[in-house]
């Protein structure tokens, strides 16, 4: 496989994204923050914490190291929100919407799940691995009555972490470098029907380093924010999308 060269030009991008989504990628919180707004899931990042989230930005992009606590080619991130977030009994989770992509020197690219490098998300046993288009994804437990029963004032809270592991990489430090994303979807399920569920708000972008600066991976960050996600309009659109994908991935659980 071609080693990916970081260039200047990304090396060096003028950070031109929304200040709220500058000062979210300076690793104020690792967490993914998700909240309910109007029935949605939203997804953002808490500038803070005194005895509970402070500060809630909501942000389409996420960016983390591979390799980030010592474990190569491994990010390990967390979700966060306050209690009563969500109704009970209930899980969340991420779907993969397409392939994962690579910055090329230039721009980025799709890789074929077949010749080239592909993202694996997992919660404890279950995993789900990027292929060309839609992907179920995983899901964990909503804070509840019987998974914290002494713990009342923690009830409709998702926290939990989740990991994204590199497949097809060299991810020792002396090996392959890149900037790396994927789109995903988050999702609130349930499989008592009678729960009121939050709906998918917008598309969420992944944003990976292996072996670069933190500095490149900014830029990688910020160009995605730039150039890849979609206007409001467009996000109504993908918006559609989403739900169908939302009703499919429904079926299958109810299903399982």
Known sequence: MRKLTISGTLAAMTLTAAPAFVAANTFVDDHVGLEVHDGQLVTGWYTGR???LLGFEPSQVFHQHFGQGGQDGLVDWGTNSGPGTFNTPSSVGVNLLGPLHKWD??????LS???QETLTASFGPTSATSDEGFVAGVASGVRDEVSHPSSTGNWGRHHNHFLFSLNGADVSE???SGIYFIQTEWFNSS????VELATAANPVWMVFG????NEQLLAGANYVQ???????AS????GLGAASMLIRRRRTLADA
């Open 105 to 110: 020197g230039s721009t980025f690219v799709a």
């Open 226 to 232: 730039t150039n890849v996600v979609p206007e409001p």
């Open 210 to 213: 292996l072996n670069v600066s």
């Open 235 to 238: 996000l109504a659109l993908l």
């Open 174 to 176: 002396t090996g392959d």
């Open 50 to 52: 005194d005895g509970g």
């Open 191 to 194: 499989t008592d029907p009678s």
């Open 113 to 115: 799940p077949d010749t």
